[in-house]
């Protein structure tokens, strides 16, 4: 994981698409969580007043999800968990939005059931799931590593669904399920909790053909414990409980198919459809007649009230009492659920999600009745919301919202490219819009920003006639190709090849083939006559290959019957691979443009395994940020899911991060765009990425003192001067290229290409050739750059720091504060809230959307335009500021030059602040992966019986402390970093988020930077009061810790070798997957182990260790 | 509007090619028991391996394997225990995602109109999964390791019980249904054989070894025979007919939106 990553949502005008296929409330009804077909979970606040609000989207599974339920006892942890079309598991924490557990197995779960029982089980407790597989599964609520099964005896098939019955008078849990064919199974649940954490098999106890299809639901009435609603997709029946002997079947009307139901009462129920309308009915019979007298007889067992099955069944009649519908919408799908909540604060709420992503919800009153003609009384709507009108209440901005003449156009492709910060965006209506990337967020961000937008550069081009669907900017994927050239493609099937300098169109490829799905280049190691070659997938399945430098189409391979999927290059043989949606693979002999083969099933699988260089067509809505180490886990989970199913067409597997792709072009700068398209629409969005380690490694080594900040928000001028210089650059290192190239290979007969002055160069590579490599190596490694780009760099590298800071400011907290902050760090104030984004362990991501600030009920009380992130980070920064060091008797090192310039004093306060958040953000993030190294560190040992060497770590944590003293004097004493390293490693104990952190060591940071500056004004700004009334406790407060400190400090340096093996932990990693990949076989066994051991004990008992103050 | 009755005219096809496929099962119970069918299966190449197996719907109702070891001349046979059924997993398994695809099209109104083309792409997706997935039951058989094979009911179906030494397993691969019979031997324990368990296979060559209990086994022997399920093929025709149908509508709806968001500029 990329853990210093920080990501920033810009959001469009438009929502992206949520359609719905799983909802439920939490236990608290606080939170609505809905699962949606493109694979992200959506939270959204429910108020008291039962308002809804989305809150935020948490991208994690690459396909459907198909159920959701809790996981926990609600009120110890509020955890979720979701299972997707693929087989992927996950477990959220929903009040924070982190990803807790995640698994991939090989089983897809259309119904997941928490099951604890506190005084027989240890551990979490389970979750039964039943799906595409026979019988229920047992999955362990902590780890998701399967435990059991419940097996049937008698013709085992798929479950529909299932529910628990927890009943009073039999004193034992039961599990009751409906298979496919309509089968009711009942399995004891309490009393074989033993039988099954001994792995015994344990068999239904019985077994009832229900005469029904499609079950949707079944639920017991644990009002008089007697009834039990069964709802197939064409009728509902009634059972009683005790013999399973049928009481009442009510047939739907034609076109009406139900979804589900539930017991709302004794003999009162609800039952909802498909299309969203829901009928309550009393259900009459003799004994609900006779009133209280059947309160006296509901107690008593079966033996003593004889035969009432079938006098019940003549008796018992539904009564509809009320319905619910919604308008329009007729047909769209629904999901819906009922929440009984009988305690006081809480309601009783009916509640449906659609495909269009809308949330409804009823409250359903206590005792519904009918009106008085005895005709059903219509029950209105509570609250409906959908994202859509999150986004129009807080008016959100897109990043090229500002760009002058952008105006309304919808953005349907876009590309960032890093190395010139240009956004390159394809619009709807044909032109391309260029801008700089980092301005155009500005001005969609900061107050001041909207000064920019006249000013903010930009070009069009104009060229296409149709919407660009797809670009691509060879540049950035191999340094080798022209820096000028731009590929663009429509949907009228038209490629054009653009100078983005001269804004000429240098040539038109027409394909005839329907809309340009994705442009895409052959990887460095395939060449066609010494050129990489650009693949063109169409949308009628076909695939052109185009020679950039001959300006002709190589290659029309038009056979495909599906969609392509995947793409793959065989260098030796000058073959192109085609793997398509049906498992088909095609092999195109690229001199010739003939079909060679065409195979399917197993051996086509077998092709498109062999060659590893695969291009799997770019990700559709999922999130790669953080995947790229954690890639390879995916990857060898698939075979395990393939062992049982053959290979699951999931997107989400195959899809190779585009993220990756960034990160290893050679101008991997510290920000980043990330263009996310959503599946099924154009609707897309940007998130800004901020790589907190890269842009302290820029700014630190030399701090640049030469760039004047005040120019920094650059004009035209300047940009200009860098574009030429980044231009130069290139081309010189261009020239460099070739000429080492040349050598390598046989090349004296390599074509001249564009440069006139690469001959001479050629003549005199031979005795260059050490000084080019050289220089090689000094670009290859990042922390020092050539001198040119450096400059340029610079500028882009300060204005991506205040425009972090800027975001990450607790801004409208304390006006003055933010005063001094504008005029001493020299950054612009946040219009609104931004919509951040939070990296939990490996590829799991969540992203705030707009009006997530007004969620939180008691912040909306104090701040209604405040950028924090929760009060929380308020305590923190307090508990943060109190273990400052005094600061009177330590000068900091950014307070050593009093007598430069204010420029520069402002730019060493950004690289201090930076330098800071991103030892802080390490603390926090390093424990999942030091847990993880350890662990896995252990495996190794297990494996390869090799002690690690412990030298490393060492070097690690010297390095490490480096990060946190940095600015400081050598004789400057660390016990104050360790205090302050103990807080921090407590608040990650507490759970507190990155960004919350961060935010907290921010605010603490600035105001005592701030504090600095003012009395160095000589006190001529009087400090407030509270300030000083502050400032005082913490001195109480340190003196008190400064005692405390000196007993634990030998203790702590004792244990801290330990700790923190950080890049150790990637390395392990990697051979990991090696190993993972030796132990193929036996893929399962291997997820189960690691998803086994999170190794949380051993970390808790460092923590105690290392922490044992009070403070935190 | 076009597209709406387009699709519900090739919605209608795609019905009809998936009903088409009707394994003899379906419906378990309501149509009474499914008919039994006998396979003979052999293999071209040696008779030491012959069987007989009944097919009831998805379930083996009956089977007679004759083994010949040629060692001794001995004839070996086995038969299910007439009380036993025995669930071919794969068959089950497929049936179902039919019909869920089934259901997926069938649960809307006859008189239902779709009124944006995104709404069918994303049936049509649902529906191409199941069968997608239906297909790849039949075509991909489970990869079993030994030991999980040892451990399936499968062995302890028979009457008289399977000696030791001998291990079966039964599975469909594309339209044929397949017996595998491994013969073994013990490993001695203080073997200079190098043991290195095998991992998952649809079928283990001979010198495959594992662990069973407390014992080292390797596979001596393999004798594999198949036979040809005729309703399988069918099956298996109609699953590519009606993904090829799905996927045309799908382009079909494609090249329509492209032609609504046209604009002669």
């Not at chain 1, 948490?58 to 979720?80: E, I, N």
């Not at chain 1, 053909?209 to 009002?223: H, P």
């Not at chain 1, 520069?904 to 030892?919: A, G, W």
């Not at chain 1, 990060?963 to 407590?986: F, M, Q, T, V």
């Amino acid at each position: 994981m990329r853990c210093s990553l920080q990501a920033v949502a810009l959001w469009g005008k438009k929502a992206p698409p949520h359609s719905i296929t799983a909802i439920m409330i939490t236990d608290d009804q606080q939170t609505i969580v809905t699962g949606s077909q493109e694979g992200q979970l959506c939270l959204w606040n429910l108020s008291p007043e039962l308002k809804i609000s989305a809150k935020e989207l948490l991208f994690g599974h690459s396909a459907s999800v198909t159920c959701l339920a809790k996981a926990r006892d609600f009120s110890k942890q509020p955890y979720v968990v979701s299972a997707a079309e693929n087989g992927e598991m996950c477990v959220w924490n929903v009040t924070n939005g982190q990803r807790v557990e995640k698994a991939t197995l090989p089983y897809r779960h259309t119904a997941i059931c928490y099951y604890h029982c506190s005084f027989r089980m240890t551990g979490e407790g389970w979750l039964l799931c039943c799906g595409e597989y026979q019988d229920v599964l047992i999955i362990d609520a902590k780890s998701l590593a399967v435990i059991h099964t419940f097996i049937s005896s008698q013709s085992p098939d798929w479950i529909n669904c299932l529910c628990i019955v927890h009943s009073m008078r039999i004193q034992e849990d039961s599990l009751l399920v409906v298979s496919v064919a309509g089968e009711l199974k009942v399995w004891d649940l309490s009393s074989s909790i033993n039988s099954i954490q001994e792995k015994q098999d344990v068999y239904e106890k019985e077994s009832k053909f229900l005469d029904s299809l499609n079950c949707r639901a079944i639920r017991f009435c644990t009002y008089t414990e007697r009834l039990l609603l069964v709802v197939f997709s064409k009728c509902w029946k009634v059972y009683d409980y005790c013999d399973f002997s049928l009481l009442r079947t009510e047939v739907s009307r034609s076109g009406q198919f139900f979804a589900g139901g539930e017991v709302l009462a004794a003999h009162r129920i609800i039952i909802w459809t498909e299309d969203g309308h829901s009928f309550i009915y009393q259900l009459l019979n003799r004994w609900a007649q006779m009133g209280a007298a059947y309160k006296t007889f509901s107690g008593l067992s079966k033996s003593i009230y004889p035969a009432d099955g079938r006098v019940l069944k003549e008796t018992i009649y539904p009564h509809l009492l009320c319905s619910t519908s919604v308008q329009e919408n007729k047909g769209l799908s629904f999901v819906m659920g009922y929440m009984n909540e009988r305690k006081e604060p809480f309601y009783k709420i009916l509640f449906s999600g659609e495909v269009s992503g809308r949330i409804t919800l009823w409250h359903i009153p206590d005792v519904p009745v009918s009106k008085f003609d005895g005709s059903p009384r219509e029950i209105p709507i509570t609250a409906t919301w959908t994202l859509q009108d999150n986004f129009d209440k807080h008016h959100t901005m897109s990043i090229i919202d500002h760009v002058p003449g952008a105006g309304t156009v919808i953005v349907t492709s876009s590309e960032y490219v890093s190395s010139l910060d240009k956004l390159i965006c394809g619009c709807e209506d044909g032109t391309i819009l260029i801008t700089q990337a980092l301005n155009a967020a500005k001005a969609g961000l900061l107050e001041g920003g909207s000064l920019l937008k006249d000013s903010l550069p930009h070009k069009v081009l104009k060229g296409h006639h149709q919407s660009v669907t797809s670009l691509l900017y060879p540049h950035g994927l191999s340094s080798k190709l022209d820096q000028s050239w731009l590929l663009s493609g429509d949907q009228d099937s038209c490629v054009i090849l653009w100078n983005i300098f001269t804004e000429e169109v240098l040539h038109k490829f027409f394909l005839e083939a329907g809309p340009v799905t994705s442009l895409l280049m052959s990887p460095e190691n395939f060449r066609l006559r010494s050129d990489q070659v650009i693949c063109c997938v169409c949308s009628d399945h076909s695939v052109a290959l185009l020679h950039l430098e001959g300006k002709r189409c190589l290659l029309h391979a038009r056979k495909h019957l599906f969609p392509v999927r995947m793409i793959k290059w065989h260098p030796v043989e000058n073959f192109l691979i085609v793997g398509c949606a049906d498992d088909s693979a095609y092999i195109w002999e690229i001199e010739t443009g003939t079909l060679e083969r065409h195979e399917t099933g197993e051996r086509a699988r077998i092709i498109l395994n062999c060659c590893d260089d695969s291009q799997p067509l770019k990700p559709e809505f999922a999130l790669p940020v953080t995947s790229e180490t954690h890639k390879h886990k995916s990857v060898e989970q698939r075979p395990s899911s393939s062992c049982q199913f053959g290979p699951i067409p999931c997107p989400g597997l195959q899809v190779e991060s585009s993220w990756k792709v960034a990160d290893v072009k050679p101008f991997s700068g510290p920000f980043n765009v990330l263009p996310v398209k959503t599946r099924w629409s154009d609707i897309g969005f940007h998130i800004l990425l901020f790589d907190l380690e890269n842009l302290v490694e820029l700014l630190l080594p030399t701090p640049v003192c030469d760039v004047d900040p005040s120019n920094s928000f650059y004009g035209s001028e300047i940009l200009r001067r860098a574009k030429s210089t980044v231009e130069k650059k290139t081309l010189t290192l261009k020239r460099n290229k070739t000429a080492s190239g040349s050598l390598s290979a046989e090349a004296q007969a390599k074509p001249v290409s564009e440069n006139p002055a690469q001959g001479e160069n050629t003549a005199k590579s031979l005795g260059d050739n050490e000084g080019i490599k050289r220089q090689k190596k000094i670009k290859n490694s990042k922390k020092m750059h050539p001198k040119p780009s450096r400059k340029v760099e610079a500028n882009i590298t300060i204005d991506t720091a205040k425009l972090f800071l800027s975001c990450f400011l607790p801004w409208g907290v304390d006006k003055e504060f933010d005063n001094l902050c504008i005029k001493h760090l020299d950054i612009l104030k946040l219009q609104g809230s931004v919509s951040l984004g939070l990296a939990s362990n490996e590829d799991h991501f969540s992203l705030m959307l707009p009006g997530w600030d007004l969620c939180n009920a008691e912040m909306k009380k104090d701040y209604s335009k405040v950028n924090l992130f929760s009060k929380k980070v308020l305590d923190l920064s307090n508990k943060y500021t109190s273990t400052l060091p005094n600061q009177v008797g330590m000068p900091r090192g950014l307070e050593n030059n009093c007598d430069s310039s204010q420029e520069s004093n402002t730019l060493n306060t950004i690289v201090y602040l930076l330098n800071r958040l991103f030892s802080v953000n390490k603390l926090v993030n390093t424990p999942l992966e030091l847990a993880c190294g350890i662990d896995r560190s252990f495996k190794m040992e297990s494996v390869h019986n090799k002690a690690r060497i412990p030298g490393n770590e060492i070097s690690n944590i010297s390095s490490f402390y480096g990060y946190l003293r940095n600015g400081k004097s050598e004789s400057h004493i660390p016990e104050a970093d360790i205090s302050l390293l103990k807080l921090i490693s407590c608040w990650r104990d507490q759970s507190v988020q990155v960004t919350e952190a961060i935010q907290a060591v921010l605010l603490a940071e600035v105001q005592q930077h701030m504090k600095t500056l003012s009395k160095r004004a000589g006190n001529s700004q009087p400090v407030s009061m509270t300030e000083d009334v502050h400032c005082e406790m913490r001195q109480i407060l340190q003196e008190t810790e400064w005692t405390r400190e000196e007993v634990e400090l030998h203790c702590t340096t004792d244990t801290l070798p330990l700790q923190t093996p950080v890049s150790p932990v990637k390395h392990d990693s990697d051979s990991n997957s090696a190993k993972f990949q030796d132990t193929e076989d036996m893929p399962d066994r291997c997820v189960l182990e690691e998803s086994e051991s999170p190794g949380k004990p051993r970390h808790h008992s460092w923590i105690a260790k290392v922490c044992s103050c009070k403070l935190c | 509007m076009a597209t709406a009755m387009a699709a519900t005219a090739a919605e209608r096809a795609v019905l009809e090619a998936s009903l088409r496929f009707t394994l003899p099962c379906s419906g378990t119970g309501t149509e009474g028991p499914a008919k039994q069918e006998n396979f003979i299966l052999g293999s071209c190449s040696t008779d030491q391996v012959k069987g007989v197996l009944t097919l009831q719907g998805d379930a083996l109702s009956q089977a007679d394997v004759n083994l010949k070891i040629p060692r001794n001349n001995q004839l070996l046979h086995f038969a299910f225990r007439e009380d036993k059924q025995w669930k071919l997993q794969q068959i089950q398994d497929a049936r179902n995602h039919v019909s869920q695809a089934i259901y997926l099209l069938a649960n809307r109104d006859e008189s239902y109109q779709f009124r944006t083309g995104a709404e069918v792409l994303k049936l049509m997706d649902a529906v191409m999964l199941q069968l997608t997935r239906a297909r790849n039951r039949l075509t991909t058989p489970a990869t079993l390791t030994l030991p999980e094979i040892a451990a399936s009911g499968l062995t302890r179906m028979f009457a008289p019980a399977l000696p030791s030494d001998l291990l079966v397993n039964v599975y469909i691969n594309l339209n044929k249904l397949c017996l595998t019979v491994y013969q073994l031997h013990a490993l001695q324990p203080n073997s200079t054989k190098n043991f290195r368990p095998a991992g998952g296979a649809v079928l283990h060559s001979p010198g495959a070894m594992f662990e069973w209990g407390s014992q080292r086994l390797e596979v001596s022997h393999v004798h594999k025979v198949e036979c040809v399920i005729p309703w399988l093929n069918d099956a298996l025709v109609f699953f590519t007919v009606s993904l090829q149908l799905c996927q045309q509508l799908k382009d079909k709806i494609s090249v329509f939106s492209s032609y609504w968001s046209y604009r002669p500029f």
